[in-house]
């Protein structure tokens, strides 16, 4: 399979902060990558080094592979990008907004064709109205629209959804996976929620602080033998000493408090009831945590093992 | 290049900020034309007290072509303001509203995009320039007729024929053009960095004024800069309004006092929107968006 | 009281020969009557020390006794305050002055009578006017007046073709000026030395001139009252 980006040893400092640390990854053609972190964990500031906002210190990126840095304009005339909040000229309409970008991404349009991409979006009834007037919603999808007015190979969408009420961001969600399945666009989305990701991406690549944590295909992350389960007992010391003598050690993660925390099969969890129970602690409570999600927080708030993640 | 260039302008002519300026201007030449309706003669007869102490002055004093040079010499201090307004929110006004990260994420190349932007505002300001001859020329010779134009310099005076005035106020208006776009080159390069529009507006409204302060001060420390600050050299189009004198002291029509001088203030106005205009290009390339 | 006395004395001796000069200049303001009215054409030069004028082409209108006009084709024009010494003929009337004879002078190889006239009224603006007469040509080829309120004026006549009506083909007139300044806050400039200093030097150092020149009369063809009431 082609790589469509190839990034390798990205990195971009700041004076003495490192913002974005040898980040290595690749996209291939069709995929939706899902980019996650929590604010200020790098994503941004990849995604403008991939759009040519931000000139790397150090590493290669290569798109539709060719380097980017000596074939900017080609690569970026097969890219639509929304960058964080899509915000476009207020006292434009939103046709001439459109049409304004259409055409700085060298293409040039019929109304008619203008007025099918606003319809696309759901905004050919507000065609000719000032985009001041228009809701963030609105914005967001006449963002969207623009980058994928050129018809562009690779769409990169930087938080498309932040400060869009439930609906908007099921109206992303539905659009995002028509345009993976029906138009059979690349699609790059970051994301510092999980739920976002977890529904449309193919494949997930989470960095913290600038680097590499984990990158696999959402499959992988989803495996049910990778299930992070969370126990509480009555008695969190003896069952911790229990686990650490027995089998269960290799799964066991993190125990605070009176919880603790074990990463295992789904399947296994009655067979780690029945350990318990054995071993006469009482289970107060046994839960499987919503898979990545938990696993995000945790790894992006600064936990360890997560190299048993990587593959 | 081209294509942004028409992009630009189209979005500088949609904009309601760009108005104001073209109404500011309106409503100054509109209030310097009624009062010297009304109380020119008043007027003239302040400023030319010490003149008119040993000389009789007849003839139409107050006609179109005076009124005109009075306009310019109260207009042409502020409007470097209101193209500062325009000028020096070109980048910073996209970087706050966010579209530079759109625009930059978009095939074109950084430097055509300055160059593009630059140029649009340099039409603006010219356009702006326009505007005030319409209305400080034209209209004035409308309502005030035209006549010799007799002007008061700060050592003398100078008397005009009115059938050689005329070519004097393309030039004046030409080297007002290049004045007020080396204004607009400042704002431009002021623009890029900040993320708001009211830091590099005021920036450059700031260094105006503080180097339109040390071009009028007398004072031998600034007078040593005096040369090199464009705003010394952006009154010079009155030099348009000077005339050469023969041996006789007979005014020669159609001459320049100091044609030097234009040259001299042009080619300094000339560096500075260079310089001010590279400079920006070159920041502008290596520039992270992070707006 | 000793000045008085000069004075005293020099008013006796003056009228012993003012009879003499008092018909001079009737003469020449006969010669001059012959003339009721004009329409001349010619040019203007302004030369004053801070003032850059082009040469103007003017026209100058008159009509007896004392109408009197100077239009610059159509533009501005600048001329000294009061605008007297442009028109002497005002200034010959013998009921309104007291001529004296002041003796003779050569002037461009030409003996020419000096007359002083001294005005009888108290609140006449002129103090004195010398007058410098060419006495077989009945010319006036020199005034100097003293003013009150306008410093001292100076007129040189040449004569050509008009001296049969006593009409002047130049008019040299001379005056004093003071200094001019504007300051630099009032006309906007900001540089200084705008005029080579040997150049300010040389203008600050002449007096005034206006100098008119005539190339054309049309005499006693009749003028409007319109024209001078402009």
Redesign the interface.
């Known amino acids: 399979m082609q790589s469509l980006i190839q990034v390798s040893s990205l990195t971009k400092k700041y004076g003495s902060f490192t913002a974005v640390n040898e980040l290595s990854f690749s996209v291939q053609k069709g995929d939706v990558y899902g980019f996650l972190g929590q604010n200020g964990a790098g994503k941004s500031t990849t995604i403008?080094m991939l759009?040519?906002?931000?000139?790397p210190t150090a590493g290669d990126i290569r798109i539709f592979d060719l380097p980017l840095s000596t074939h900017?304009?080609?690569?970026?005339?097969q890219?639509g990008?929304v960058?964080?909040?899509?915000?476009?000229?207020?006292?434009?309409s939103a046709y001439?907004n459109l049409r304004?970008?259409a055409?700085?991404?060298?293409v040039k349009l019929s109304r008619a064709q203008y007025m099918q991409q606003l319809e696309q979006v759901g905004l050919a009834s507000r065609a000719h109205d000032k985009v001041k007037t228009f809701s963030q919603g609105m914005k967001q999808r006449l963002?969207i629209g623009?980058a994928l007015v050129h018809n562009p190979q690779l769409i990169v969408l930087d938080e498309p959804t932040n400060g869009l009420d439930p609906q908007g961001i099921a109206d992303i969600r539905n659009l995002l996976l028509w345009l993976s399945r029906e138009q059979k666009k690349t699609i790059l989305i970051s994301s510092h929620l999980l739920s976002e990701i977890e529904q449309v991406a193919t494949r997930v690549l989470i960095i913290d602080k600038g680097k590499k944590l984990v990158e696999g295909s959402a499959e992988e992350l989803f495996d049910p033998s990778k299930t992070i389960v969370e126990l509480q007992t009555n008695d969190t010391a003896a069952a911790r000493e229990r686990l650490i003598a027995s089998n269960w050690a290799a799964h066991l993660r993190e125990s605070t408090g009176n919880n603790i925390k074990l990463q295992m099969n789904r399947n296994d969890i009655p067979a780690l009831n029945r350990d318990l129970v054995q071993w006469q602690i009482d289970v107060l409570s046994l839960q499987q945590q919503h898979s990545l999600e938990d696993y995000f927080l945790q790894v992006t708030a600064g936990k360890k093992h997560v190299d048993t993640f990587s593959n | 290049m081209w294509?942004?260039f028409q992009?630009e302008l189209?979005?500088i002519f949609?904009?309601?900020r760009t108005y104001i300026a073209f109404a500011a201007i309106t409503a100054l030449i509109g209030m310097v034309q009624l009062g010297l309706k009304v109380d020119g003669q008043e007027y003239a007869s302040f400023?030319m007290a010490?003149?008119?102490?040993?000389?009789?002055?007849?003839?139409?004093?107050l006609n179109g072509y005076f009124v005109c040079f009075i306009v310019l010499?109260l207009l042409l201090?502020h409007v470097p303001l209101l193209i500062a307004l325009i000028a020096a929110d070109m980048i910073s006004g996209e970087a706050n509203?966010?579209?530079l990260?759109?625009?930059?994420?978009?095939?074109?190349?950084r430097v055509e995009f300055i160059l593009a932007k630059y140029l649009a505002s340099v039409v603006y300001t010219i356009m702006l320039l326009v505007w005030v001859a319409l209305q400080a020329l034209f209209l004035s010779m409308l309502i005030f007729g035209t006549?010799?134009m007799?002007i008061?310099?700060?050592?003398?005076?100078?008397?005009?024929?009115?059938g050689?005035v005329f070519w004097r106020y393309a030039g004046a208006f030409c080297f007002a053009a290049l004045a007020m776009t080396t204004v607009a080159a400042l704002g431009f390069l002021l623009s890029l960095f900040a993320e708001n529009s009211i830091g590099p507006i005021v920036a450059t409204m700031s260094v105006i004024i503080v180097s339109t302060l040390l071009?009028?001060m007398?004072i031998p420390l600034f007078?040593l800069v005096?040369p090199y600050l464009f705003?010394?050299h952006m009154?010079t189009w009155?030099e348009f309004f000077?005339?050469r004198?023969n041996e006789?002291?007979?005014?020669?029509?159609g001459s320049l006092?100091y044609p030097e001088k234009i040259k001299t203030s042009a080619l300094i106005l000339l560096i500075h929107i260079v310089v001010f205009v590279g400079a920006a290009a070159v920041i502008f390339k290596?520039k992270?968006?992070?707006s | 009281m000793r000045s008085f006395m000069t004075f005293f004395l020099l008013v006796i001796a003056a009228t012993l020969q003012a009879q003499d000069v008092t018909v001079l200049v009737a003469k020449v303001k006969a010669k001059l009557d012959q003339v009721n009215d004009y329409i001349a054409e010619g040019k203007m030069?302004?030369?004053?020390?801070?003032?850059?004028?082009?040469?103007?082409k003017v026209k100058v209108y008159f009509r007896k006794p004392d109408r009197f006009k100077?239009q610059?084709d159509?533009?501005?024009?600048?001329?000294?305050?009061?605008?007297i010494s442009i028109n002497m003929r005002s200034l010959l009337t013998t009921e309104r002055f007291l001529a004296l004879d002041a003796g003779t002078q050569l002037l461009d190889g030409q003996t020419l009578r000096i007359v002083k006239l001294l005005p009888v009224e108290e609140n006449s603006d002129v103090v004195l006017t010398t007058l410098y007469i060419d006495e077989p040509g009945l010319l006036i080829k020199k005034a100097i007046s003293t003013t009150k309120e306008?410093?001292t004026y100076e007129m040189e006549m040449q004569y050509g073709n008009f001296r049969q009506y006593a009409l002047p083909d130049k008019v040299v007139i001379s005056?004093q000026?003071?200094d001019?300044?504007?300051?630099?806050?009032?006309?906007?400039?900001?540089?200084?030395g705008?005029?080579p200093k040997t150049e300010?030097e040389k203008?600050r150092n002449?007096k005034?001139r206006i100098e008119i020149t005539y190339a054309s009369y049309t005499i006693n063809k009749g003028i409007a009252e319109s024209v001078f009431k402009q």
């Open positions: 403008r759009m040519t906002l931000i000139e900017r304009k080609e690569i970026l005339r890219t990008a960058i964080e909040k899509p915000e476009v000229y207020p006292y434009l001439d304004l970008f055409r700085l991404s060298g963002g623009i | 294509t942004l992009i189209f979005k949609r904009r309601p400023v010490d003149f008119n102490s040993s000389f009789a002055l007849e003839g139409n004093l010499q201090v509203t966010g579209t990260r759109l625009l930059m994420s978009k095939p074109v190349s006549d010799d007799f008061m310099k700060s050592s003398y005076a100078v008397l005009i024929k009115s050689d071009s009028t007398n007078n005096k705003t010394t009154i009155k000077d005339l004198v006789l002291n007979e005014a020669i029509p006092a290596r992270d968006i992070v | 030069k302004t030369d004053v020390a801070f003032i850059k004028a082009p040469v103007g100077l610059k159509g533009g501005i024009s600048i001329l000294p305050k009061g605008g306008n410093g005056f000026t003071k001019y300044k504007l300051p630099k806050g009032v006309t906007l400039e900001f540089s200084d705008d005029k300010a203008l002449k005034g």
